[in-house]
Antibody, heavy 120, light 107 residues
Framework: EVQLVESGGGLVQPGGSLRLSCEASGFTFSRYWMHWVRQAPGKGLVWVSHINSDGSTTSYVDSVKGRFTISRDNAKSTVYLQMNSLRAEDAAMHYC?????????????WGQGTLVTVSS | DIQMTQSPSSLSASVGDRVTITCRASQSINNYLNWYQQKPGKAPNLLIYAASSLQSGVPSRFSGSGSGTDFTLTISSLQPEDFATYYCQQTYSTPPTFGQGTKVEIK
């Protein structure tokens, strides 16, 4: 059974940092692209970032470029999202998502999410 | 970035109704179109991928069609557990983008 378990969310002041983690199990982690998708309260889904299977290729939505960094540790089956210079508009549920073998594959498994709150 | 536009934004329907949701892309995305269902307080769940392929475990009352820029999600006979919000998504190019969602409510 595929499982994605996120952690690291919480309350942070504007300008602060958080590191989200997502531990995967139930599939061969090192073979798949991984994504982060977020959803502000009452709003729609927004893709944030992705990383390829060996970590050599990453991409970001424009609103987080230069502030967020995605990475992965295939030995630990874990993907990370380092979030710096957080803004109020970054407040959202952040989901870890399993992709496919290619960047344009569907998002077939989602974690339950970790909530990021940005407030002074 | 490719813009995805869903219609309607919400609809009211009864159990047993046939429901159709449309999704339009701002440029051709071939068949790189996926549909997700999200229930309140839960993570999204993949229903349809590659425009018309049913994800394993998803009931056959869900179907998808279309290619290029225009796509459709159909629920052939709405069930009580289908009341949720539905999102389309293109994965043709980065960034992958979602439609704004269609909320299916009980009439």
């Amino acid at each position: 059974e595929v499982q994605l378990v996120e952690s690291g969310g919480g309350l942070v002041q504007p300008g602060g940092s958080l590191r989200l983690s997502c531990e995967a199990s139930g599939f061969t982690f090192s073979r798949y692209w991984m994504h982060w998708v977020r959803q502000a309260p009452g709003k729609g889904l927004v893709w944030v970032s992705h990383i390829n299977s060996d970590g050599s290729t990453t991409s970001y939505v424009d609103s987080v470029k230069g502030r967020f960094t995605i990475s992965r540790d295939n030995a630990k089956s874990t993907v990370y999202l380092q979030m710096n210079s957080l803004r109020a508009e970054d407040a959202a549920m952040h989901y870890c998502v399993k992709g496919g073998a290619y960047s344009n594959s569907q998002f077939d498994y989602w974690g339950q999410g970790t909530l990021v709150t940005v407030s002074s | 970035d490719i813009q995805m536009t869903q219609s309607p934004s919400s609809l009211s329907a009864s159990v047993g109704d046939r429901v159709t949701i449309t999704c339009r892309a701002s440029q051709s995305i071939n068949n790189y179109l996926n549909w997700y269902q999200q229930k309140p307080g839960k993570a999204p769940n993949l229903l349809i991928y590659a425009a018309s392929s049913l994800q394993s475990g998803v009931p056959s009352r869900f179907s998808g069609s279309g290619s290029g820029t225009d796509f459709t999600l159909t629920i052939s006979s709405l069930q009580p557990e289908d009341f949720a919000t539905y999102y389309c998504q293109q994965t043709y190019s980065t960034p992958p983008t979602f439609g704004q969602g269609t909320k299916v409510e009980i009439k």
